[in-house]
């Protein structure tokens, strides 16, 4: 399981902040303080849960000051190339955990079968190495040493090997050999006593003496058969330890006929080999880099032709660039200002034509004289049709006296008289209501009309001409701004016209000596041509020799590393490294192979005189079934004994001997309730050391191959070997020298304890495979060995990501700078 991603909402000093990470090994370099140990703790966090507020562990909670989230998320993928993301959030009364699978929600219990049986207090033993841990060897007991090896072989064995040694406590509560006041002590000294008692009565009795010689004689010969049955368990035993090695021989013995005899590679060589590979690579990508700077600060013939071009019309590109930077604040103000406010006058221009519909756009404003002016002209219309009007009533009025009197008196008749005055009256009715309009006023209203269009008031009425003034005067103002805004944008349009127009004009000459480019590449181009022009000659004299003479070391590691590889008749670093992995996977079976000779070097007689596996499984049978024939006369033994102490009890028939018996029956109960609270007790404990013993046996032999390997390599091949010697560690130096822990250097003894950790970890890979965090654990090497650890660390990356942080920035030389997350400034 690999970590590809850390997504940080809030944890401690590290506020929304994202670290990708790459899957074999990641290397963090920082000062003091800049947030590398709160990366680590939080990648613990997510993994299995935020620190709790209690003891210790409330310095690794690192609540963020500056914001209110706390948590984050951690991409990770698995074995199977499956994605998963691990996203946990704690607020102030809980803790929120949501798992997803390759894009999908699952079930945390699903992730927790990933985990398999790491817990974080394994994770923080095995995966997370500090200054801190490296220094514990010094505190350990040769108990608290035990039970960390113990710890490699058996997950959990911390909580079994507690439940062993509060076993032996409490069975020694109730037995101890030399004790007085103890329970089962005082029971067994009480039975004695009993016994005696009972020897007193039983005197008395002589029919009770010659059962009690046949009660003897049974016990005789059940001690006799007991002797049996625990020589037929041993012998069974015996075949059932042969039968439990009988694979560990099969092995033993293919190793044998697999090993072959080839040339190995001497230590010395091996090393001469990475270090020279090493400084041609080294030198190599140095080479490269002032190759690549050389190239960098010589002009090309392209790069001249630029510069000539460039100083040949400075004065107007430097005016072409200050005209761009006019144009762009224009621009900057255009689109920040006038396009929103065009936007705005739009809409209130639109917004009073629909309150207005009888008014355009178009409609202009009158001033105070034009009002007047067109206020007279409509009142002399009215005043034309007032008069128009009184005129047609008095004539009206005169015809219809002439009527009436001329009826009177020419007729001579009332009738007639009133019947002129009636004809005379509707045809002036008839009159005034006709449109009976004079040439004037027709002039006038051809005045109005036109003063009208003049404005574009065309639509609206007399009235409306002067109600509407300040509407009208509203509506211009928006049409004159949307005018005035309008021009300001086409003016900055003219003017970016023709500055790209000089642009392209001076581009389409720039460009017959280089590929096209826009005027700020240009511009930024022939700058930085003319910064360089002055000290590139002054860098050139430094960096030709430099270049010469790595290119002279190069050719002598060559040579030397032709040697090496002319010594072993080959001829190709591929093969050379080749040849190494072959010596090295002989010597791991030859440790192999060693190790299963000294574990079988008691019974490997006896398994080559078994021959097979058939031969076994028929040996063990015959001891199985001899062990049942011894039982089953030992239970017919024990069963004529009871019938013998029925028949004794029968002939006791006086109180004190029946009271003797009866307290022997209550002590013998007590007795062997007693003992087998006591003796389960100490089973338990034989039988959870004799397990965490066959656990770590399974794993321990592969486990410091590996510690030793990782062990000569920190300590450049000083010390070859670590073993366990009566149950304490120690190491064998090159000149077989053997020292305990206590003796070591600081340096040296917490080199031991990586080497352990290291292997172990790789150890446990088969359970789970989980990312290991080292914090600047490596501070107090020296610059060889911190080379080593940087080589193994690469190695281990194969197999088991590696996330490595650390203040020292000359660390960060030995790996790959793809590798390297530099936190400052961050």
Known sequence: MRITKLNIYGFGCWVDTEFNFQTDYQVICGDNETGKTTILYFIRSILFGFASARGQEKYWQYLPRQSSKY????????????????????????????????????????????????????????????????????HLSDDELLEQILAMGAVGSNEWLKLQKKLIKDADQIYRPRGKKYELNQLLEKADDLQQRLSQVNNENKQYQTLEAQLQKLNQQAS?????????????????????????????????????????????????????????????????????????????????????????????????????????????????????????????????????????????????????????????????????????????????????????????????????LLISLGGGWWLLTMSTTSSSNVQVRTKIQSFKQKYHLDNLTDQEVITLQGVIGQLANLTNQIQKNQSQIEQYQKNYQQWQQSVQLLL??????????????????????????????????????????????????????????????????????????????????????????????????????????????????????????QEQIFNQIQSQQAQLMAQENQLADDNQYQQVIQTIEYNNTAIATAFSEWISQVMAAEWINETLNQASANRFPKLMQQAEYFFQRLTNNHYRQIEFINNNLTVLSTANERFEVYELSRGTAAQLYLALTLAFSLEMADLTVLPILIDDAFVDFDPTRKANIGEIIQQMAKTTQIIYVCTDTQATTLFDQNHILNLKGL
């Open 71 to 138: 948590g984050g998320e951690i991409e990770l993928i698995d074995n199977d190339n499956n994605y998963w993301l691990v996203r946990r959030v704690k607020n102030k009364n809980n803790e929120e955990l949501k798992i997803f699978k390759n894009n999908q929600e699952t079930d945390p219990a699903e992730y927790a079968k990933l985990l398999g049986p790491v817990t974080d207090t394994l994770f923080a033993k095995t995966n997370f190495v500090d200054r801190k841990a490296l220094e514990q060897v010094y």
């Open 224 to 420: 006799e058969v007991q002797t049996q049955v625990q020589t037929a368990q041993k012998q069974l035993q015996y075949w059932q330890n042969l039968q439990k090695n009988w694979s560990n021989y099969v092995e033993l013995q293919n190793l044998t006929a697999n090993l072959t005899d080839s040339s190995e590679i001497d230590n010395q060589d091996w090393n001469k080999y990475i270090e020279l590979k090493q400084q041609l690579a080294l030198e190599q990508q140095n080479i490269g880099n002032l190759e690549q700077q050389r190239q960098n600060i010589q002009f090309s013939p392209e790069q001249t032709a630029q510069l000539n071009y460039f100083i040949a019309h400075q004065p107007k590109i430097e005016q072409l660039q200050q005209q761009q930077e006019e144009l762009r604040f224009q621009q900057q103000h255009l689109e920040a200002e006038i396009v929103a406010q065009q936007k705005q006058l739009h809409e209130q221009q639109t917004q009073l034509l629909q309150q207005n519909p009888q008014l355009t756009a178009e409609a202009q404003p009158l001033t105070r004289q034009q009002i007047q002016e067109f206020q007279k002209l409509v009142n002399q219309t009215d005043a034309q049709v007032a008069g128009t009007q009184g005129l047609k009533k008095v004539v009206i009025g005169l015809i219809a006296v002439v009527v009436t009197v001329g009826g009177l008196v020419i007729g001579h008749s009332l009738l007639l008289a009133l019947l002129g």
């Open 508 to 629: 389409d000459n720039a460009n017959k000596h280089s590929k096209p480019v826009t005027f700020s590449e240009f511009y930024q181009n022939g700058q930085h041509l003319l910064q360089l022009q002055q000290p590139q000659q002054n860098t050139l004299e430094q960096i030709n020799p430099q270049i010469t003479t790595l290119k002279l070391q190069q050719e002598q590691q060559q040579q030397q590393l032709n040697k090496i590889l002319a010594k072993y008749h080959v001829t190709s670093l591929v093969d050379f490294e080749q040849l190494q992995k072959d010596t090295q996977h002989q010597q791991q079976k030859l440790q192999r192979q060693a190790v299963l000779q000294e574990t079988l070097k008691p019974i490997i007689k006896a398994l080559q005189t078994i021959g097979n596996q058939a031969n076994l499984d028929n040996k063990l049978q015959q001891a199985q079934n001899k062990l049942q024939h």
